[in-house]
């Protein structure tokens, strides 16, 4: 696994091609990761789990180690290939998530959930390395909005498959099945992408980058305002985005009466159609505007976190589900357009040798508050209502939890105020 220095392929269409199996890679992470969710409700029932339980098998479970592990991990992807992390990585969370299909009660599906998020913690600071060694400076958000597709994709096609599954043979075969397939992805991904030089696209020499310390980046890093607003920001909005995608599917069994294969079908045109249109507004409003001031990749997805926070809750009380499904699209999507601009703000706050170890650092907060605080929150907050509002706690639960974007948008809003003065060209 030691680090190539071999030049990337010359040809430029290449690029493109890398994007796309990382966009896939990113797919499966989660699809891995978010199929629970569709699946909690038939696990529930044959578990005899609580919401409060769920939530901590779908947050801590795997935030506990996906979010500890992924530093150091990103640290060994500043020195070593970061193609073969990935692969390893791939193949690590899709086995364990074959195992979820054989677990026999909560503590077993509990630590199988742990085993994913081990996997999945060297599947993201690698490819956001990878990309911003792939394209310029001036396409880089988008290339990264682009990657982040990958995001609705996998949650969309784990809601689909993940229930229908479910519905027509059982819970445990929808985990051995997605868990299969992304075990065959892996050694295909090794073979079509490369480990180009670092830095190419911001003026350093190939195999002129130095793998720094750690202490080197927690240096770097740590002292810049903007690294704290931009991560806590985003972690205020991972615990509402994390907690209303996973906790969704059972409001719509739970208020709206539909049936399994119905909100499987529902939710997950949902989670495409709206994902990839906010993922790309996203990319796109910071390539549009971000060369003007820095400080619009954090203000533009301040902006939306205000819109979305109404929109959810017009589409949570809509009378008619083609109403409520076009509602729904709208702050879908803006909860994701952040993804694109934070990230490439966040690949600017330290120089290219340090890109992974940076990603993961902001990572580690966004991940261990959004997913463990947001997966619990919703179903810790249901619990405690369902002796007052019965099968509706958790339309309440959501409502509280909206409260989050607030939090969001007024701490992005503060780190576009600091961008400028902490961005590394």
Not at 33 to 49: A, D, T, V, W
Request: glycine share 10%; hydrophobic share 55%; proline share 5%.
């Amino acid at each position: 696994m030691s680090e190539q220095r071999t030049e990337a392929p010359k040809a430029a269409g290449y690029r493109y091609v890398v994007l796309a199996m990382l966009i896939l890679a990113y797919t499966f992470n989660f699809l891995d990761r978010q199929i629970l969710g569709i699946l909690k409700e038939p696990i529930k029932n044959e578990l005899r789990l609580t919401d409060t339980q769920l939530g901590l098998m779908g947050g801590l479970a795997f935030a506990a180690l996906y979010t500890t592990l992924g530093v150091p991990i990103a640290w060994l992807a500043d020195r070593f290939s970061r193609t073969w992390i990935m692969t390893a990585a791939l193949t690590v969370w899709s086995g364990f998530t074959v195992a979820c299909g054989f677990a026999g009660g909560f503590w077993s599906l509990f630590l199988f959930r742990m085993g994913v998020g081990v996997g999945e913690a060297g599947g993201v600071p690698p490819a956001y390395s990878l990309i911003s060694d792939y394209f310029p400076k001036s396409h880089r958000a988008r290339a990264l909005a682009a990657y982040s597709f990958g995001i609705p994709l996998g949650s969309a096609l784990g809601v689909l498959f993940g229930g229908l599954i479910a519905a027509y043979i059982d819970w445990r075969m929808a985990f051995i099945a997605v868990g299969a397939a992304g075990v065959l992805l892996a050694p295909l991904f090794k073979l079509v992408v490369k480990d180009p030089p670092r830095g190419a696209f911001d003026g350093v020499a190939a195999g002129a980058v130095k793998p720094p310390a750690f202490g080197a980046v927690l240096k770097t890093v740590l002292p810049k305002p903007s690294f704290w607003l931009l991560a806590f920001g985003a972690a205020c909005s991972s615990v509402c985005g994390y907690g209303v995608a996973f906790w969704l599917p059972s409001f719509f069994i739970r208020s709206l009466h539909l049936t399994l294969v119905e909100t499987s079908i529902y939710y997950s045109a949902i989670a495409f159609f709206g994902g990839v249109a906010g993922i790309w507004l996203g990319g796109w409003l910071g390539d549009r505007f971000g060369g003007k001031s820095k400080g619009a990749y954090a203000l533009a997805p301040a902006i939306c976190f205000l819109i979305a926070l109404p929109c959810f809750f017009a589409a949570m009380n809509a009378k008619a589900l083609p109403v409520a499904f076009v509602l729904f699209l709208i702050p879908t999507g803006l909860n994701l357009a952040w993804l694109g601009p934070v990230v490439t703000a966040v690949q600017h706050l330290a120089p290219a040798a340090m890109r992974s170890t940076t990603s993961a650092l902001f990572l580690l907060i966004n991940n261990l508050l959004g997913i463990a605080v947001g997966y619990w929150f919703f179903g810790f907050v249901s619990d405690l209502l369902a002796p007052t509002h019965g099968a509706e706690s958790m339309r309440y639960a959501i409502y509280w939890g909206l409260c989050f974007y607030i939090g969001a948008a007024a701490l992005l809003i503060l780190a576009s105020r600091r961008l400028n003065r902490d961005w590394v060209d």
